[in-house]
């Protein structure tokens, strides 16, 4: 039996959202998703991508449950085509070589702490690291120094799905940028993706990066789980509901009234 109209914050179908995870359920899904948007436990409506180079601003944006990887819990190593494994993401040299520095050197340098990443690429095309993330996320923000001081060509992000998957320009060469520059880019987009590619197509240069931003999203089926839950506290007494939530969530699944007793006066 389908109970109520999900309730939609503009989107159709094939929009992106936690929302969904609702549409297939109806009946009292209805009523916890009316109780989880009232608790604040649903994404709210954003842009389907939205672009940063100032970090203040991407982390306003990205709000809550921002993550951090800076490299400090690594030890330098040298320079080689192997992934670097760190607690938050493994950074994987496309076409090039890349070290975890502690010093810095030919215009990189660490923008968090003392440890960086610092990239060479040697092919003659195009090259870069990618970002396999430990946990999906709908946000990526970083420092990358160094970039299209020695040649001509591009940097540029994308992720493996969803809104910025196409790629999206971050600078570019000519004009020549000088030695040591510095630069932020953040993406947030409404799809969780698992996979950052940061791509040069300047031959021979390298770029440093560090401070790295993401924003994990809960697990698959987590929202329902957490919405269920406090759809307990609630039936226990320990949420108090607005008027306007009360009428939703009084569907079948709440207790059974009490009978009344008569107190001695
Ligand atoms: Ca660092
Ligand atoms: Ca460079």
Request: charged fraction near 15%.
């Amino acid at each position: 039996m389908r109970g109520d109209p999900i309730p939609r914050s503009g989107g159709g179908e094939g929009k992106t959202g936690g929302v969904r995870v609702f549409d297939e359920t109806g009946g009292s899904s209805s009523a916890l998703w009316i109780l989880c948007a009232g608790l604040g436990l649903l994404p709210a409506e954003a842009p389907a991508l939205s672009l940063f180079t100032n970090k203040d601003a991407f982390l306003a944006a990205a709000g809550a449950g921002i993550t951090l990887e800076s490299f400090e819990g690594l030890s330098d190593r040298g320079l080689s085509g192997a992934p670097i494994v760190a607690p938050e993401l493994t950074v994987v040299p496309i076409g090039g070589i890349a070290d975890v520095r502690s010093t810095p050197l030919d215009g990189h340098f660490p923008t968090d702490g003392t440890e960086y990443v610092s990239y060479g690429l040697t092919s003659a095309a195009s090259g870069g690291l990618d970002f396999d993330l430990v946990q999906a996320s709908t946000a990526f923000g970083l420092f990358i120094t160094d970039f299209g001081d020695v040649s001509q060509g591009s940097l540029s992000l994308s992720t493996d799905v969803g809104e910025g998957n196409a790629g999206l320009l971050i600078a570019q060469n000519p004009p020549p940028q000088p030695n040591g520059n510095l630069l932020f880019f953040g993406i947030i987009q409404n799809t969780p993706f698992s996979v950052v590619h940061l791509t040069l197509t300047t031959p021979n240069d390298g770029i440093g990066v560090d401070q790295i931003y993401m924003q994990s999203i809960p697990e698959p089926g987590m929202i329902p789980l957490l919405c269920a839950g406090a759809s307990v506290l609630v039936l226990r007494g320990k949420v108090r509901l607005g008027k306007h939530l009360a009428p939703a969530c009084a569907g079948s699944s709440a207790p059974p009234e009490r009978a009344k007793t008569t107190f001695p006066p």
